[in-house]
């Protein structure tokens, strides 16, 4: 006790239970508030603005968008173009997490680069780009149409293709640091009892990267349906045809019918919130898989 009394408690003990935050309490109440503020600013109050709209005039109003013949298509159209973008870029994902991820091969960075071009690149532009490549005046096109009948812009390839374009780094980008972090000791170990390439990859591989995976998918998924710039470009906005959801929010407004513009616009903004919450639950759940296997190792 008397030992106690002559030696105060040391500074580093004492550290050890300061907070890691130092800055003043009244900076911190004022950054926090700025930033729910802005959040509700740019994000909360134009998202309830689409819901306040849309149903302004009524449940009847707010359902007649559903018996259209442009919205129907449009929403058909959508579903249709991420069901293919979707499992395209999957595939390309999966495949091109792991050669970079197990493998070093000359190209390696390159590779990456190109996985992220999307990012980088204006979505009109890349529509563009296709334009000239793919146009009924250029040699590709030309060919594919004159020879095969097939037309690529201002069709539904046209618009798959942008979705799988912008679409493109998601899966791939959420594997890729994931697999890289864990290494080959799984699949060799798997291999080493006995198990061939394939039965490594399907049984050990995807489970490890599940959550992952389906939180890539995800994101994928939201933006396949979401797109509009590159969309806008190829599609030639052909009524029935061309248009997906977020084109026909446009013809709608741009129309002045905006009961039917702010209703679809909904089910975009519902898609949204769904996307968010399923993130959320993704997050937690992957965290606490990732929780479980360190406390494992």
Not at 7 to 36: D, K, Q, Y
Request: glycine share 8%.
């Amino acid at each position: 006790m008397a030992d106690a009394a002559l030696h105060p408690a040391r500074p580093e003990a004492a550290s050890a239970f300061r907070s890691p935050v130092t800055e003043p309490l009244g900076f911190r109440v004022f950054a926090i508030g700025v930033t729910v503020l802005l959040m509700a600013l740019f994000l909360l109050l134009p998202l309830a603005a689409v819901f306040v709209e849309a149903f302004r005039f009524g449940l009847d109003k707010y359902l007649e968008v559903f018996k259209n013949p442009d919205a129907i298509g449009a929403i058909k159209l959508t579903l249709l173009v991420a069901a293919i973008a979707v499992p395209c870029n999957l595939i390309f994902g999966i495949a091109a997490a792991w050669s970079i991820a197990k493998y070093r091969f000359p190209g390696r960075a390159f590779l990456i680069s190109l996985i992220d071009l999307p990012f980088s690149v204006s979505p009109v532009v890349a529509g563009l780009v296709y334009i000239l490549l793919l146009g009924s005046n250029s040699a590709i096109g030309s060919w594919l149409l004159q020879d095969f009948g097939i037309r690529v812009i201002f069709a539904v390839p046209g618009v798959v293709l942008a979705t799988i374009f912008v679409t493109f780094p998601f899966i791939a980008r959420e594997l890729i640091p994931l697999m890289e972090d864990q290494g080959n000791g799984d699949e060799e170990a798997a291999i080493s009892l006995g198990a061939s390439g394939w039965q490594a990859f399907w049984y050990v591989t995807l489970p490890n990267v599940k959550w992952a995976l389906l939180y890539g998918v995800l994101l994928c998924n939201a933006r396949a349906m979401g797109e509009f710039g590159a969309v806008a470009v190829l599609s030639g906005k052909l009524r029935g045809e061309t248009v997906t959801m977020p084109l026909q929010v446009e013809l709608f407004y741009n129309e002045y019918m905006t009961v039917a513009a702010f209703s679809l616009a909904s089910v975009l903004a519902g898609l949204a919130l769904v996307t968010l919450v399923v993130k959320s639950w993704l997050e937690w759940r992957y965290a606490d898989q990732l929780a479980t296997g360190a406390r494992t190792h």
